[in-house]
């Protein structure tokens, strides 16, 4: 089986792509431009072991062309702009790449589907990654977003990802393009770039450096360990019935003070420092258009295809701050050279 990955040297993708390369008899091949948020270094000894296409997806004769040579039997679809904060300063690009690059991507398997014979053409899948954010926000009291709720995005970064959910679901019903798509609640782990919450208030609690949080930490997210996700995408993409969404959850709501309050203690175990890292923590103004709370039922993928996360968010969390704390010389150049830890943002 091949399987095309893009956004493979992100922080998802990278985990599928560590996940793809421990199965038999897979090869992959990862399509990726390679932007601030993107390392080379994430996919580490298995760089060798794959195919690398360092382009745009929006750039329909570079992703053409990736297809007619490396000839996927599954498309696994990661490759998107994700930071809310970025999508608020700068929509056009999260339109861009998540929109229009979709809408290349489309265009580019359902040629080469077409093209297919046989028994190739039926084992065929598009497999699209999107998130729980096309689905609004929860009050504390609402059920968790599943397959069948409403999309009511509220962010320029939520509502590119929805229009391409939407593009996606219209080539399969316009054209019978096999595909599935997956909705995932926030993931954490390791290589996660330090712009996300986890790894941000890790990285400015190892630097003593204030831990901002936004508003009054009570938004709520349902936390989901990343190897646990790429678990559950490669059964998406193996196992998933054709035209089908699958929710992807932790299980695992907790409040955003809560997870920075953790961090911080775990940091002092692991890291001591001169004074506890709880005093770091500060609230800041918030986010515009904060969602307040987002939490996935994923029992249709644990009915269905039998999968449950394996870790729980206090293994989770400890695995991540351990990593972390351990592989600096992962995290160093990106403070250093990308951003400096000041500039990389607060929550």
Request: aromatic share 10%; proline share 5%; glycine share 8%.
């Amino acid at each position: 089986m091949k399987v095309l990955v893009t956004g493979g040297a992100g922080f998802i993708g990278s985990a599928v792509v560590r996940r793809l390369v421990a199965e038999p008899g897979v090869e992959v091949a990862v399509f990726d431009a390679m932007t601030y948020a993107a390392n080379p270094r994430t996919l580490g000894a298995h760089a060798g072991r794959l195919a690398f296409y360092r382009q745009d997806i929006c750039d329909a004769a570079a992703v053409g062309a990736a297809f007619a040579e490396f000839q996927p039997d599954v498309v696994m679809h990661l490759a998107a702009e994700s930071h809310v904060d970025r999508s608020i300063e700068e929509p056009a690009a999260f339109v861009k790449t998540n929109v229009v690059g979709t809408q290349v991507l489309l265009d580019a398997a359902l040629a080469h589907w077409r093209a297919l014979d046989g028994g190739a053409r039926d084992r065929f899948r598009f497999l699209h990654i999107s998130t729980d954010e096309v689905f609004g926000s929860l009050t504390e009291t609402c059920p968790p977003f599943c397959e069948t709720t409403p999309y009511t995005p509220r962010s320029p970064y939520a509502a590119s990802k929805a229009s391409s959910d939407h593009l996606v679901r219209a080539w399969s019903h316009t054209y019978g393009l096999p595909i599935v798509v997956t909705n995932c609640s926030n993931n954490y782990g390791p290589y996660q770039f330090p712009e996300k919450l986890i790894p941000l208030m890790i990285l400015r609690g190892l630097a003593g450096e204030a831990m901002p949080v936004y508003g009054d930490g009570q938004n709520i997210r349902d936390w989901l360990f990343v190897d646990d996700h790429a678990e559950a995408l490669w059964l998406a993409a193996t196992r998933g019935r054709v035209g089908e969404t699958y929710a992807v959850g932790g299980s695992a709501e907790r409040r955003n003070l809560d997870v920075v309050q953790t961090v911080a203690d775990l940091l002092d175990e692991l890291q001591p420092g001169n004074a506890p890292r709880r005093g770091l923590i500060g609230f800041v103004g918030d986010r515009p258009g904060h969602d307040r709370r987002y939490a996935i039922d994923s029992a249709k993928i644990r009915r269905e295809l039998g999968w449950a996360p394996r870790h729980s968010f206090e293994d989770g969390l400890r695995r991540t701050v351990a990593w972390y704390v351990a592989n600096r010389d992962w995290w160093q150049p990106i403070v250093d050279g990308v951003y400096r830890l000041e500039r990389l943002g607060t929550w």
